[in-house]
């Protein structure tokens, strides 16, 4: 049990598109989501967290209309690149706390995000 | 806010020998301590975790420990295997931040056969 996918799990799209990015809880209900950024060789940067019903919460220096969140239902929260540049390039993943779970976090397999 | 510091950066042991992975946290208010370990392309995979409440906590060949006088935290990893090579992060917790968990820098862990 306790298992998050993303999908896609790798795109590669054109400088100033968009590209959306679903995380979904597949076999469990999950109040929050929070969805992370990580660059080669480094560790995972929260970008923000996203509450069902709610605005997400951003983090400091995260644009909030470049990198727009949907948590529309307790098993999917979206997230949506913007107007994609070279430097948007990362792997994108999120994870899941079950409702009723102590803050323990499932995390998904990661998105590879590549804009050319 | 959360501070967590993660070291070393890489490590390379024998197989068969013993790994240690230090961290340690400067929130107080810090009562969650998960591990991960991530492959190569994937994303994290929680291994082990403790709460404030415990001092030590060991599933099969991988321990951690936690003193939270010093705000330190540890993993050990027994008995090495070519399979455990990976990078693996600390992370620290508290219901009062939202339950959002702040990462280590990351170990990248070599085994050698």
């Known amino acids: 049990g306790a298992v998050v996918s993303q999908h896609p799990s790798w795109v590669i799209c054109k400088s100033g598109t968009s590209v959306k990015i679903e995380c979904r809880s597949l076999?469990?209900?999950?109040?929050?989501m929070f969805w992370y950024r990580q660059f080669p060789k480094q560790s995972l940067m929260l970008m923000a967290t996203?509450?069902?019903?709610?605005?997400?919460?951003?983090e400091q220096g995260v644009e909030k209309d470049k990198f727009l969140i949907n948590h529309a239902s307790l098993t999917l929260s979206t997230l949506t690149v913007t107007s994609a540049h070279p430097e948007d390039s990362s792997f994108y993943i999120c994870?899941?706390?079950?409702?009723?779970?102590?803050?323990?976090?499932?995390f998904g397999p990661g998105t590879r995000l590549t804009v050319l | 806010g959360e501070n967590v510091e993660q070291h070393p950066s890489t490590l390379s042991v024998q197989e068969g020998d013993s790994a240690v992975i230090k961290c340690t946290y400067s929130d107080s208010a810090s009562n969650y301590f998960p591990w991960y370990k991530q492959e190569l392309g994937k994303g994290p995979q929680l291994i082990i975790d403790i709460r404030s409440n415990v001092g030590e906590k060991k599933d099969q060949r991988i321990a951690v420990t936690l003193n939270k006088t010093a705000k330190h935290f540890s993993l050990h990893i027994t008995e090495t295997q070519p399979e455990d090579s990976a990078v693996y992060f600390c992370a620290a917790s508290s219901l009062s931040s939202a339950s959002k968990i702040i990462f280590g820098s990351g170990t990248r862990l070599s085994i050698r056969p």
């Open positions: 996203s509450n069902e019903g709610s605005k997400a919460t951003y």
């Open positions: 994870s899941a706390i079950r409702a009723g779970s102590y803050n323990e976090q499932f």
């Open positions: 076999d469990f209900q999950a109040t929050t």
